[in-house]
């Protein structure tokens, strides 16, 4: 089980008009690990993440989940390999017009075709874990940034799905928000979920990631155990990045 | 710009094949002559005209009732008499009663029409019933300065537009200003508000009005005229001689039996009915029927509207070019031409390959117009809906429609919600342009009410306050509304 592949990209490049964002990407996710993705900003972190669940479509190469490539199908069955994967956006995208409950309600009824009771069920669960289950008939506009990332966590997993991606969930954070969020996500790691996770939390990619990917130009540069990048990165431009978050501390 | 060039193209072919279609449906109609025929197999003989011209044709409230009278209405009745049928009126403004006619939404008009030169080219005529001769309106304080028509030369007069007065006095009275208006009511207003110095009118109706009204005097006109030209005859489409020689005999016994004379007193005395009371109270049931037509018209379009609109924006948003094409094409369209137009367009065009009853034309046509800036507005709304709202509902799996239905249209509405109550507050105000196909709105009411008391303003102050009681209440329930859902979010 631990081998097992869930997302394998091939020579993936992306560009928009003229502009190359990612090029040539290559690597693999197998099921259990968490990936934390770090770089500069403007390095394609996010462009990559987005491209997995082709938010992005690719301009070339191969997307694969469990085996399928994502960018040689549409419609129905794209729909349906979307659902296994779940996303957190930095700016949470909760929506506004329904309440907590029914956001985390909505996916299961309309695409998996739960019962209304099932799926409130599960929605209950869901927040009571991630520490929400009061504000299950609030609007996501009375709650804080921190509180409705958490309830976007939620909503992403009331799918059960195979894999999260992880689009910098607390940058758009007050500082004393973020660890709330990390703490929901810690927990989920250690669940045994796979996860992508792009972010600056370096203290979380130290204790958590499986494997830290350094990505700088569209590239990835370097992928090492954690200990290994934020001790002794091989890469002169990840020497750098991280020499600089380490002064910066 | 490509675009724009591909959707101009788009729009006017549109327009081609639309008139193309008119016009081969036009050609076709032009059949054989089966008009008395039809009439009769129908059982029932339908007759257009424009209840605003006393003593000819007016409405007067009966018992309670509206009803339309006059001696018109006598000659019509004995015709349909005559035919062994049932006679069935519709009424509507006097500009488009022989284009009703034309396209066979009634079988004949009547409505004091002169059989003139020009009119004969475009419709058939029976035979003259009435002679009533011109003659002029004058303010009484005015007596002095126009004793007659050559008093008149230079002055500024009023004649309804499309009649024969109207042509008489740009010709006839030199150097003379002539105004058209559609209404005679408006026209005699229009007098005793000296924006005009006389008014061209019908002899009957004028000798009508100055019994009713002390500030009013007459004149004769002077006109030497062609008999055959100043009668009033009934109309028909061309080619109905079967029924035109079927109805020239009923005319025949009327004017041997001078039966006009006779019509004319009935007429007076209904007209005395009439301004016996001439507050507003009395025709509150005018103002209801107006206002509950405008409230039924303005609510149904509303809906079909929202729905057009909803269509339209969702076509635009689809992957299919020729949708996209066809949703632009119609929006441009619609908001390129006039309501009126469009109105005229749904009641006596399409009229010619289906009959569709005014109410009916009219709600048609104001729910198409409006559907199409509806579409604007709620695609407005829903680019106003950020990016990450429909990121985050794709990555749940959400098919697009389950994603338009659950999270963008409720959020476009809320956004435009103040937009959409603007567009539905101006529908009520703009559906009054349905008066003009005879459908009994609020303005419509007016301007009979205007016809029947004689009087010019104070209908027009009661149907202002009417219309603003109704925009009035509906802000406050958009209102309502829109604090509502700001509560939810």
């Not at chain 1, 669960?125 to 976007?152: E, F, N, W």
């Not at chain 2, 103002?287 to 039924?296: P, S």
Request: aromatic share 8%; hydrophobic share 45%; net charge positive.
């Amino acid at each position: 089980m631990q081998d097992k592949n869930i997302l394998e990209v091939n020579h993936l490049s992306k560009k928009f008009g003229e502009n190359e964002i990612l090029k040539d990407i290559n690597g693999t996710v197998k099921s259990g690990q968490v990936i934390c993705v770090i770089g500069p900003s403007g390095a394609g972190k996010s462009t990559f993440l987005r491209c997995l669940n082709l938010l992005e479509k690719p301009t070339s190469g191969e997307v694969k989940f469990e085996g399928t490539d994502l960018t040689h199908v549409d419609g129905k069955q794209l729909l349906d390999l979307r659902e296994r994967m779940g996303m957190v956006f930095q700016s949470f995208n909760l929506f506004p017009n329904m309440t907590v409950l029914r956001n985390l309600m909505l996916a299961p009824i309309r695409v998996k075709h739960m019962s209304e009771e099932d799926a409130k069920q599960t929605a209950m669960k869901l927040l009571k874990r991630v520490g929400l289950d009061g504000k299950a008939d609030a609007y996501p506009s009375s709650l804080s940034g921190g509180q409705q990332q958490r309830v976007a966590i939620a909503r992403a997993l009331a799918m059960n799905p195979e894999v999260m991606l992880f689009d910098e969930p607390t940058s758009a954070l007050d500082p004393e928000m973020v660890g709330e969020v990390l703490e929901v996500m810690q927990e989920l790691a250690n669940e045994g979920m796979t996860m992508v996770v792009v972010t600056h939390e370096m203290g979380f990619a130290k204790s958590v990631a499986d494997e830290v990917w350094f990505m700088a130009d569209g590239y990835i540069l370097e992928r090492s155990k954690p200990a290994e990048m934020f001790d002794n990165p091989q890469n002169d431009r990840a020497k750098d990045f991280i020499g600089k978050i380490i002064e910066a501390k | 710009m490509k675009k724009n060039v591909k959707a101009i193209i788009q729009t006017i072919l549109l327009v081609v094949t639309l008139l193309t279609v008119g016009l081969i449906q036009t050609n076709s109609a032009a059949a054989a002559d089966t008009s008395l025929q039809r009439v009769k197999q129908r059982g029932e003989l339908i007759m257009a005209t424009s209840p605003d011209y006393p003593p000819y044709e007016f409405q007067v409230n009966k018992n309670g009732k509206s009803q339309i009278v006059g001696m018109d209405i006598d000659v019509a009745k004995k015709v349909a008499k005559d035919l062994h049928v049932k006679l069935v009126i519709k009424s509507m403004n006097f500009d488009s009663l022989l284009v009703a006619i034309q396209t066979g939404k009634a079988d004949m008009a009547i409505g004091g029409i002169n059989p003139t030169a020009e009119r004969r080219q475009s419709v058939d005529f029976s035979k003259i019933y009435y002679s009533g001769g011109q003659s002029f309106l004058i303010n009484s304080k005015d007596v002095n300065k126009y004793k007659s028509v050559k008093n008149l030369r230079g002055a500024t007069i009023g004649a309804q537009t499309g009649t024969l007065q109207y042509g008489l006095a740009k010709k006839r009275i030199p150097n003379s200003t002539v105004k058209g208006m559609d209404k005679s009511t408006d026209l005699v207003l229009a007098l005793k508000t000296n924006k005009i110095d006389a008014l061209g009118i019908e002899k009957p109706s004028a000798e009508a009005y100055v019994k009713n009204d002390p500030t009013l005097k007459m004149i004769p006109s002077g006109y030497h005229l062609n008999k055959n030209d100043v009668g009033a005859a009934i109309a028909f489409k061309k080619g109905s001689t079967s029924l035109v020689n079927a109805v020239n005999k009923s005319i025949d016994q009327i004017k041997k039996q001078d039966l006009t004379s006779k019509y004319l007193a009935s007429a007076g005395k209904y007209m005395k009915v009439n301004t016996v009371n001439t507050s507003m109270w009395h025709y509150w049931s005018y103002f209801a029927k107006g206002v509950e037509y405008t409230i039924l018209i303005s609510l149904i379009s509303t809906l079909f509207g929202v729905i057009i609109g909803v269509v339209l924006a969702l076509m635009r948003f689809t992957k299919q070019k020729w949708l996209r094409g066809l949703a632009i094409s119609y929006t441009e369209f619609i908001r390129g031409t006039p309501l009126m137009v469009q109105v005229m367009f749904v009641y006596f065009g399409i009229g010619v390959v289906i009959n569709i009853p005014a109410l009916l034309s009219g709600i048609i046509a104001v729910s198409l117009n409006s559907g199409a800036y509806v579409a604007e507005i709620i695609r407005g709304g829903i680019n106003s809906v950020e990016k990450g709202q429909t990121e985050a509902a794709e990555s749940l799996g959400l098919t697009k429609s389950d994603m338009m239905r659950y999270v963008v249209l409720p959020q476009a509405f809320k956004n435009i919600w103040p937009a959409l109550g603007n567009e539905f507050i101006s529908l009520i105000k703009e559906s009054s342009i349905v008066s003009i196909i005879g459908v009994t709105d609020l303005i419509y009411q007016l301007n009979i009410v205007r016809a029947d008391t004689y009087r010019g303003v104070i209908p027009i102050f009661v149907a202002m306050v009417l219309y603003f009681v109704m925009t009035f209440l509906l802000t406050r329930l958009l209102n309502y509304y829109e604090g509502k859902m700001k509560h939810a979010g």
